[in-house]
């Protein structure tokens, strides 16, 4: 096991239990794709789940065996048009989907049970909302009016009722 690994390296990112004695991450470096990765904490073993498509950033979330991020979708017809879509990855199976079409959502978190996604819309003309989904087809359950122009920042479950999130004015202010 060594000293090497009496820490967290610094390309392993955004660490979360999948259980009592395993933790799930984003692994990355100058010469490899980031990639899903799980660690079993006591026999130090670790298995790459799958690749990260490309995205703004390495965040994700997970709850449940799946894992939740944003990545980018180009536009076929207009290169100057990028989307973040959300993608769900199952990590027993290593099956991953694409959940909407067309999606500015950046930083998204699943709920406990895995059904509902919470997620920071970004309208094309500047809007910031925060959008739950259904987990399974996409559609939007709920969301958040913000007739004061906040910005959101990586919203969470806090439950199964309550949403958190950071929050900044139009003053930059948090």
Request: charged fraction near 25%; glycine fraction near 6%; aromatic fraction near 12%.
């Amino acid at each position: 096991y060594g000293m090497h690994h009496a820490h967290f390296v610094a390309d392993e990112q955004f660490p979360d239990w999948i259980d009592s004695s395993n933790i799930i991450y984003v692994k990355s470096s100058f010469k490899k794709i980031p990639a899903f990765y799980s660690r079993n904490t006591i026999t130090g073993t670790e298995r790459k789940i799958s690749t990260k498509a490309i995205s703004s950033d390495n965040y994700f979330s997970y709850n449940n065996g799946k894992i939740v991020y944003s990545a980018f979708q180009p536009d076929i017809r207009w290169g100057w048009k990028n989307y973040e879509v959300i993608r769900v990855l199952d990590i027993e199976t290593g099956k991953e989907k694409t959940l909407t079409q067309k999606t500015r959502y950046l930083s998204p978190d699943i709920s406990k049970d895995g059904k509902m996604i919470v997620a920071v819309h970004c309208g094309l003309s500047g809007t910031n909302e925060l959008h739950v989904l259904d987990a399974v087809n996409g559609n939007i359950i709920s969301n958040l009016p913000n007739p004061k122009d906040f910005i959101f920042t990586y919203p969470k479950f806090y439950g199964s009722e309550k949403v958190v999130s950071a929050v900044r004015n139009k003053a930059g202010e948090m």
